[in-house]
């Protein structure tokens, strides 16, 4: 390429990389054909004259979420750096949090319902959100415990739904009773009844995954040690929302959701988007399995997690999207 044919091929560059301008514009400009002007801005990126630089922040990996998005057939992935002095055996980094936050406001628009279930990183979540469009709030789960409600879910809600300038429908009931009939009564009560009658509402969905170990999954620390072994039993390998899920993504021990207050799982899949935030290495199997339950559309995960889970077996022939529950087929 002479002096001429560069200074062209940098001129017709500039016009269509930098000012926006198509092709058919340039080459009237330059009085050429626009064939000529694909021909110049090809050799221009081949012979190094252009070249082009995909920028993200720092912290996000787009190459592994767009690789994660495609092989699960969620809608959106955003996988994060883990942070260099994470702890292998600690859950969810704490940034997930902050970058959920930042799809939330992309996810929700005016009117939408959001519903939001238990979960650590979704309280930081919550906490990081700066922005959004008027929604209800909902809370999905009783709280993990009645005494974190003022620093746990029930917060949480009210902080999503004090940025949105929505309303806000808490549940001020454990997520965990000791029987089916208390839990029967619970949901009987005015305020929670309520709370619940939104679910069928709720067009945008937070959930948190644990896998089935201690302080990884609130559920398993609610349960007694001979609880925990029945379930383990019959292949627990996650839990979502106090729903369990063996590790093709099956669920298994549904008699445990009539001891809940939780949301259930065929509402759950009705809503057009549920966003799971999990991560962490001690997480990805879970993370696996209930990407393959079909529950999630969009996931919020760390670099750790995702490529443990780009690694494994395949999700099989049902994407996320497909929203079918495996052990219903």
Known sequence: MGPAEMVQAAAMARR??????SKIQIAEEFGVSRFKVARVLESALERDLVRIEIRVPAELDA????????????????????????DQDSPDPENLGAVAAGLLGELVTEGDVLGLAWGRSIITMANALDRLPPCTVV???????????????????????????????????????PDASTAAALRQQTGIAAAM????????????????????STVYDALSDAER?????????????SHLFD????????????????????????????VAIAGGIRKANAVGAVLRSGLVTSLVTDTAAADHLLHQQSPGPRPALDRVDPGEA
């Open 139 to 177: 809370q999905l789960t009783g709280v993990y415990d009645a005494g974190t409600a003022e620093r746990g879910s029930v917060e949480a809600v009210r902080r999503a739904a004090a940025v949105s300038g929505g309303e806000a429908h808490p549940l001020y009931a454990p997520m965990v009773l």
């Open 197 to 216: 009658g939104y679910f069928d509402k709720v067009t945008v969905a937070v959930v948190s995954i644990g896998s089935w170990e201690p302080r990884v």
């Open 229 to 241: 072994k029945h379930y383990a039993d019959l292949g627990v390998a996650a839990e979502m929302s």
């Open 16 to 21: 269509f990389y930098l000012e926006g301008k």
């Open 63 to 86: 190459e592994r979420s767009d690789a994660l998005r495609a092989r699960y057939g969620l809608r959106h992935a955003v996988v994060v750096e883990s942070p260099a002095d994470q």
């Open 247 to 274: 590790a093709e993504g099956r669920r298994v021990g549904r008699d445990l959701r009539e001891r809940c207050i939780t949301v259930d799982a065929d509402r759950l899949r009705a809503v057009p988007e549920v």
